[in-house]
Nanobody
Framework: VQLQASGGGLVQAGGSLRLSCAASGDTFSYYAMGWFRQAPGTEREFVAA????????YYPDSVKGRFTISRDNRKNTMYLQMNSLKPEDTAVYYC????????????????????WGQGTQVTVSS
């Protein structure tokens, strides 16, 4: 599967952005999906995960209540709605996919994912 992330940009603190991840090349509903981010000089950080049918999601405390992950399997697209953005949310955001999983499971470790998009820059100014 090929992944294309988009929707990043520059936003003021407290603002919102919606990222999209368009998938192609395989049946999107076969894949558990996730979002990760990486700021300069830091390791890649888990942001959100969703299972194959979109019914189960998981967030770390750093974004819980502010970010929402979703997917539309008819459109082969995953989304990350980001509200109440903070300067510490500044990073390159990556979408990732994993095949061969149970329909009920999501994954939170980057090593669980085999397929990655190219990343989209999110910059939050104070």
């Amino acid at each position: 599967v090929q992944l294309q992330a988009s929707g990043g940009g520059l936003v003021q603190a407290g603002g919102s952005l919606r990222l999209s991840c368009a998938a192609s090349g395989d049946t999107f509903s076969y894949y558990a999906m996730g979002w990760f981010r990486q700021a300069p000089g830091t390791e890649r950080e888990f942001v959100a995960a969703v299972n194959r049918d979109g019914g189960s999601t998981y967030y770390p405390d750093s974004v819980k209540g502010r970010f929402t992950i979703s997917r539309d399997n008819r459109k082969n697209t995953m989304y990350l709605q980001m509200n109440s953005l903070k300067p510490e949310d500044t990073a390159v955001y990556y979408c990732a996919a994993r095949s061969g999983s149970s329909r009920l499971i999501y994954y939170t470790d980057s090593s669980d994912y085999a397929y990655w998009g190219q990343g989209t820059q999110v910059t939050v100014s104070s």
